[in-house]
């Protein structure tokens, strides 16, 4: 097995366990809470209090649905791009995905990951599996660089030689410096953008990350 199949293999297992203990977090939270649902409609429900208490907790079960649902899509798409490596990548989607799959580290220090897509389609190369592991790379080496309750924003541009997607860090609103180049995870990141044929920037002293995604021949706006 190479280097990369390793690598993948690596990313494969990691991204599925946080998966999976996110899945078992969201039913545990759906389960208590349709367990409190059902004590208080055993209640007296003609004064508000408990119709605001039972609404609030129906509205806590839509919550965590969504968010199973979107931990449900991206464990299949992981899936599907270790069963056909040859499927498109459109990087607004695989930026998303990654977003999902971080939730579980960022949380841990009550960080969030928020992606603004490009407004066009971004086609880029390398197989799909191979763009989110340089993502993720990237991004888990930037978490690991923010401070708590920091959020890390990761953000698609329009393509000039290639597909940029920044990431940047800040707390409270000011933008926080990282230097991704000092942590031992560097060499994985870098290794994994060097796999898919990206290339890597750093701008703004030390507060972005850039990773620049080679195009398809087809390029940018497919379908917009």
Same mark, same amino acid.
């Given at each position: 097995m190479s280097i990369s199949d390793s690598r993948r293999v690596e990313f494969v297992a990691r991204v599925t366990a946080d998966m999976a203990h996110e899945l078992r977090n969201v039913l545990a939270i759906v389960k208590e809470t349709a367990g409190l649902i059902g004590d208080l409609t055993t209640l007296d429900t003609s004064n508000s209090p408990d119709h605001d208490k039972i609404m609030n907790l129906v509205a806590r079960v839509q919550r965590q649905a969504d968010r199973g649902a979107k931990l449900t899509d991206v464990v299949h798409q992981v899936v599907r791009s270790c069963e056909d490596p040859g499927l498109p990548t459109e990087l607004n989607q695989a930026a998303a995905h990654v977003a999902v799959m971080s939730c579980r580290q960022a949380r841990k220090k009550r960080q969030s990951v928020q992606v603004t897509p490009c407004d066009d389609e971004l086609h880029v190369l390398g197989r799909r599996l191979g763009v989110y592991v340089a993502l993720h790379a990237?991004?888990?080496?930037? %978490?690991? %660089? #923010?401070?708590?309750?920091?959020?890390?924003?990761?953000? %698609?541009?329009?393509?000039?030689?290639?597909?940029?997607?920044? #990431?940047? !860090?800040?707390?409270?609103?000011i933008a926080v410096r990282i230097q991704p180049t000092r942590t031992p995870s560097w060499d994985s990141v870098r290794?994994?953008?060097?796999?898919? !044929?990206?290339? #890597? &920037?750093?701008?703004? !002293?030390?507060? $972005? #990350?850039? $990773?620049?995604?080679? %195009?398809?021949?087809? !390029? &940018?706006? $497919?379908g917009s």
């Open positions: 990237a991004t888990e080496c930037c %978490l690991g %660089l #923010l401070p708590e309750s920091a959020v890390l924003a990761v953000n %698609l541009r329009p393509p000039t030689d290639g597909a940029p997607v920044d #990431l940047m !860090g800040s707390l409270g609103g290794d994994a953008v060097a796999d898919i !044929g990206a290339s #890597l &920037q750093a701008g703004n !002293g030390n507060r $972005i #990350l850039r $990773i620049v995604f080679p %195009l398809t021949s087809a !390029g &940018q706006g $497919i």
